[in-house]
């Protein structure tokens, strides 16, 4: 999380305003406060980036951060940049050992003036600077001396060079061309520069870089030696993040399944085969995934069972320690992410790699880390997705999810007749009368305080995915259940007029709904047939096999309008941020 930007230029005077426009393209990482530190000056605000506009002295450099807060409320003292003497430094990632350097610092007399573990660094670079250690062996010096993952970029009073280090969390450097040939930028992601340059270096674990006007040289953290860095030219073109006719990015998402479900499965089945042989080489598939990537990867396993006959085990990646001891050589870790940067996947790769296990993934973000230490990747292709809840790049993971358990039975071609003909079916869904329909339903729900879904079969986990949409947007409770296990104790909640969410209508899943509107529950059926049962009903396609994916289109709808109804902003939920790169 956090969204950190710099720029280094002999070309630019407005270094300042340059790098607060970049972090505004970075702010799906961390929208609590911003902070941004020329040569000369130092602003920070609590609050969203993309309401700011400042003006800055002149100045040819500049380093920034919007921040997604982990040691510390959200204060502008905890913003970022922290400075201590003579150094200031952005810092995204968590230092987990700071308190017992900090306490060492206290009893220095050494003074803080956040709660932040990032301002800890900044007096560490300074100690070994006060003690005649160059930048760059400082910097090293402190790096060694930290656990956790971290990207540092660091100014120092009086030098030139803008330094920067990387270990897990993400930090490329983008190379001016033409009028910008002497400027650098630096950030966590390519988007905060791609108006500017498609040529990168990536930054790898313990590396550093020390940019100056002239040039870039890279650095082992460890070592101390020097690393050449080919040049790269991504083919991103700048996706102009437009809501269009929409109010917010979650809506224009949603609708934007109309296309993104055909580009999910559009792969050549040369790609669809070579990456199916390396899943199918493994003994032992473990798929890694967070939150509603997770969920898609539960509705995975229910397909690689019942279309392909193959078990696949599926684990919460934070939970994956405690499985370490069944990675091995012969283990395929498939990680399901939608920004490639999620903090406790990249941990599980990391350390099966370190053991042997092949790594496969699939990922929105094509340039991202999980793609790029993966041995095998596929694109989702789904646009970017803007808004913090996950819609169409969640569909689009369940499409290629459920085509590649067909592509393991070597039915790939109906694998994709099923795709399209939900793909063509959703294009006819998704329309102004189905949306405004379902905007009446959430008029009915919008105050209540509990919300129950249940499904079975690979709609249990679309029960699952359902509660996280509408608890991240709307704040609204939300808990999903498998259908049959409702009557094992969720039951005692239900009381005249709770909703509750039925996925489905075969007969098990409409009998475990009859006992819970013979106990009061206002039942709101999602299927492709109405039912008696059902209070309201919320229409869907026949969608064989890709049912899970039909039932969740009404579902996101749903979840928007309890959100606005609500007065919130859906895009930007409190507490939350769209990539999650700490652990
Ligand atoms: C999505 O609606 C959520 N905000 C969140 O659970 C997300 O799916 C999770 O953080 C994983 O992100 P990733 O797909 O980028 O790895």
């Known amino acids: 999380m956090c969204g950190v930007f710099a720029i280094s230029s002999a070309d630019i005077n407005n270094a300042g305003e340059k790098v607060i426009e970049g ?5 799906y990482r961390g929208y609590d406060s911003w902070g941004v530190a020329t040569s000369h000056e130092m602003k920070k605000e609590v609050g969203k980036i993309s309401c700011a506009t400042v003006v800055f002295k002149e100045d040819s450099k500049a380093i920034g951060h919007s921040r997604w807060a982990t040691h510390g409320g959200v204060t502008s003292e905890n913003s970022h940049p922290h400075t201590y003497k003579t150094v200031t430094l952005v810092h995204n990632g968590i230092f987990e050992n700071y308190l017992s350097a900090k306490n060492r610092l206290l ?26 250690h160059t930048p760059e062996t400082a910097i090293q010096n402190v790096s060694q001396s930290i656990t956790g993952r971290f990207s540092i970029v660091v100014m120092i009073e009086g030098v030139e060079e803008i330094f920067v280090a990387r270990r897990g969390s993400p930090l490329i450097i983008g190379r001016g061309k033409g009028e910008l040939s002497k400027t650098t930028f630096i950030a966590s992601d390519i988007p905060a520069f791609l108006e500017y340059t498609n040529v990168v270096n990536y930054i790898d674990d313990d590396e550093m870089a020390i940019i100056s006007n002239e040039s870039v040289q890279f650095y082992n953290l460890l070592s101390g030696e020097e690393i050449e860095k080919r040049n790269i030219e991504v083919s991103w073109k700048e996706e102009v993040a437009d809501k269009g006719d929409y109010n917010h990015f979650m809506i224009k998402e949603i609708f934007d399944q109309k296309q993104s479900l055909m580009s999910a499965i559009n792969h050549t089945e040369e790609e669809i085969q070579e990456f ?34 193959r078990k696949i085990n599926v684990v919460p990646a934070s939970e994956m320690p ?20 999620t903090a406790d996947i990249l941990e599980v790769l990391e350390f099966g790699k370190k053991r042997g296990a092949k790594v496969i993934s699939i990922t929105n973000v094509e340039s991202s880390s999980i793609a790029r230490i993966s ?31 067909y592509a393991d039975n070597n039915r790939l071609n109906e694998g994709r007749l099923v795709l399209q003909s939900l793909a063509s ?11 405004e329909y379902i905007k009446s339903v959430a008029e009915t729900l919008h105050d209540c305080r509990n919300i129950f879904i249940i499904g079975r079969n690979s709609l249990f986990p679309m029960a699952l995915e359902s509660a996280i949409k509408i608890m991240e947007v709307s704040y609204i409770h939300a808990q999903g259940f498998a259908a049959g296990e409702m009557k094992h104790g969720p039951i005692a909640l239900i009381e005249k007029g709770t909703p509750c969410i039925v996925l489905g209508c075969d007969s098990e899943t409409i009998s475990n709904a009859m006992e819970l509107k013979s106990r009061g529950a206002k039942i709101i059926g999602v299927s492709n047939k109405n039912n008696i049962l059902f209070d ?43 990539s999650v790169t700490v652990k």
């Open 23 to 27: 972090l505004k393209k970075l702010e």
């Open 107 to 132: 009893q220095k007399g050494e003074k803080f003036l956040s709660d932040t573990d990032s301002e800890v660094i900044a007096h560490l670079i300074q100690e070994q600077l006060d003690l005649s």
């Open 276 to 309: 199916i042989s390396v899943l199918q080489s493994g003994n032992g598939v473990y798929m890694v995934a967070c939150g509603t990537a997770h969920k898609a990867c539960i509705a995975a396993e229910y397909y690689f069972s019942q279309i392909a006959g």
């Open 322 to 341: 405690a499985f370490e001891r069944f990675i091995n050589n012969k283990t395929v870790l498939f990680a399901v992410s939608q920004s490639g940067e």
């Open 375 to 405: 041995q095998n990747h596929l694109p989702l292709r789904a646009g970017k997705e803007k808004a913090v809840a996950s819609t169409k790049a969640t569909t689009s993971q369940m499409a290629l999810l459920l085509l590649l358990a």
């Open 425 to 435: 079916s959703v294009n006819d869904l998704l329309n102004p009368r189905y949306e």
């Open 536 to 578: 309201q009903w919320l229409k869907i396609p026949s969608a064989g096999t890709a049912i899970s994916i039909a039932s969740l289109l009404p579902i996101q709808i749903l979840s928007y309008y309890l959100a606005t109804l609500r007065g919130l902003n859906p895009d930007m939920p409190r507490n939350l941020a769209k």
